[in-house]
């Protein structure tokens, strides 16, 4: 079935330095990848998303690239502040069906 | 605030009980999604609605059930509860056709004692 991998589990950074989060998905015809982060007890807040018909897109210090023959994507976080520290979770989905998400990954900025 | 309105924030109850969520979706959103989210889990997809009949389903047991009503509202009903079934529980809503993410809610974070 559909499946989305994500690494790493944790990352540990100092402030200033950059971020990257990896996911993988198996299925090909997804076509929507969003980024989600997860404060704690909140719920998940869509920070950025890609479409598969776009390799690369940009917000400020976040950006997301997507290789659609690798079927992965990534997450770059630039100039990590304290305040990026979260859990980080991935998804796809095709076709505005249903999104299936990565496991997640807890960022730790160090001031 | 997300628009995306959860009922209740938190729920503590017995083994064997029966609890039910309630979720409010964002104006004008016609999909509503449940996720289960266990300590250090991902989030797992249990069930979508979209505009009061059911669209798809995840890995939703079969002592669990939902529905969305006639004025978009939903409810994730809980039964026979074990210790295991303890986790958070998000709602999301999106408007379906336009392929945009999910806006999710803060949450029910349900105990099983």
């Known amino acids: 079935g559909e499946n989305v991998e994500q690494h790493p589990s944790t990352l540990s950074v100092q402030e200033g330095d950059s971020a990257v989060i990896k996911c993988t998905y198996s299925?090909?015809?997804?076509?929507?990848f969003p980024w989600y982060k997860q404060e704690l007890g909140k719920g998940p807040q869509l920070i950025i998303d890609?479409?598969?018909?776009?390799g690369e897109k940009k917000d400020q210090r976040i950006a997301v690239t997507l290789n659609k023959t690798a079927k992965h994507f990534s997450l770059h976080i630039t100039e990590t502040q304290p305040e990026d520290s979260a859990v980080y979770f991935c998804a796809a989905s095709k076709d505005t069906d249903k999104l299936i998400f990565g496991t997640g990954t807890r960022l730790q900025v160090f001031p | 605030d997300s628009g995306v309105t959860q009922t209740p924030k938190h729920l503590i109850t017995a083994t064997g009980q029966r609890v039910t969520l309630r979720c409010s979706p964002r104006s004008g959103d016609l999909s509503v999604y449940w996720y289960q989210q266990s300590l250090d889990q991902g989030l797992q997809f249990l069930i979508q609605?979209?505009?009061?009949?059911?669209?798809a389903k995840g890995n939703i047991l079969e002592r669990f059930s939902a529905q969305q009503f006639p004025d978009l509202h939903s409810e994730l009903n809980l039964s026979s509860l074990e210790l295991g079934d303890s986790a958070l529980y998000f709602c999301?809503?999106?408007?379906?056709?336009?392929?945009?993410?999910?806006?999710f809610g803060s949450g029910t974070r349900l105990t099983v004692v």
């Open positions: 299925d090909s015809a997804s076509n929507y």
């Open positions: 999301a809503s999106s408007v379906r056709g336009l392929n945009y993410g999910y806006t």
């Open positions: 609605y979209y505009n009061g009949e059911e669209r």
């Open positions: 890609i479409r598969s018909n776009v």
